[in-house]
């Protein structure tokens, strides 16, 4: 984390010499909030590409946190941005959002505007209305920050006074946005050079679960206990994220899945011999389980007990329990196998321990209604972990 908030620190700090030029109009004031917009923008788009923040910390729940709060921050730089501009140019509501393309400087003020419309309809989705939409129209919703972000590089390129009047800044700038064009190509080009894997088998562990084993076509991937990949089947098709429930010395990798979509349903026609894609390893959802200083419960909803699967096989002992609530006996699979290892410590009741970690996953919902029913019972939110899927 360290690393990543130094990489920040001197990503903002040449920007902070503008703060000590004298006689600032409010011109310039509403340039500074759209710099500094520009810039939480900039970090948000980088922590929210999994292949990228993954390399700039492993703690997963702390660029999670980071970027949840850089949201917070971003609106309000943004929204003020515009509301300065025009106290500062005179002008009434409408020039927020009329737009005008038969100039250059109209132009680029054009660019802000869509931008805005944009940064909207994405602050809408993940705060007033996140708990209207499902998470994959939300995810949908947040591709928009590519070109928001795009757009709000170009608007204060072409009437960013303190860009125009500083070439060390422009050249800065014009850097920042070299650098997003590449993180965001190369958050695209994944697909691309994802792991090839063959299909070697199936089984049906339950009426809705099957379990597929893959070998790897190459060099395999190394997933550590509680991690998950993105399976594929195709370079260019949409990858879903599967936890690992074992994973092999020769890189075979297993994965056990619920049919809940189109997607599981068509990956459960699929033949031995087929070839998949799978990008990962990503997630440190279960690493601090392992630590036999203190306390581990496991709480896993249904299909969600799929992360904690290879964490107990190799990592059980006195301090971890595993809580598993499902709601029909098909989606009780690994019982047998967990109880023989867990013994007492496997149960379908959450106990209190005020001095646990907690690490719960499931659907949002379970998630959610968990979280609630620990915090409302006294345990601190810092001492919940969570992980979940979309039904």
Known sequence: ???????????????????????LTAGDWANLTGLAGGLVLWWQVVLGIRQVSERLCRDRLAVVTLHRWLGGCGAFFVLLHPLLEMIAAHQELPYLVVWDFTWVESTYTSYGRIALLLFLALWLTSTLLRAAVRHRVWRFVHYVSYPLAGLVFLHAWGIGSFLLDTPWLRALWLGLAGGLAAVVAWRLAVPVWSRRYRLTGKAELSPTVTRYT?????RPLRPAPGQFCYL???PLSRGHPFSVVASGDDGTLTFAVKRAGRFTERLRTLAPGAVLRLDGPYGTFTRQARDPGRPAVLVAGGIGVTPFVDLVRRHAGPHMSLTHIVSSPAEAVFRDELRARLGSRYTDRLPLDRGA????????????STVRGLQDRGVARDQVFTEHFDC
């Open 1 to 23: 984390m360290t690393r990543l908030l130094v990489l920040m620190a001197l990503t903002v700090l040449p920007f902070t010499s503008l703060l000590a030029r004298p006689g």
């Open 357 to 368: 970690r907690y690490f719960v996953c499931g659907s949002p919902g379970f998630v959610r």
């Open 214 to 218: 893959l070998q790897p076509l190459g």
């Open 232 to 234: 594929r089947l195709g």
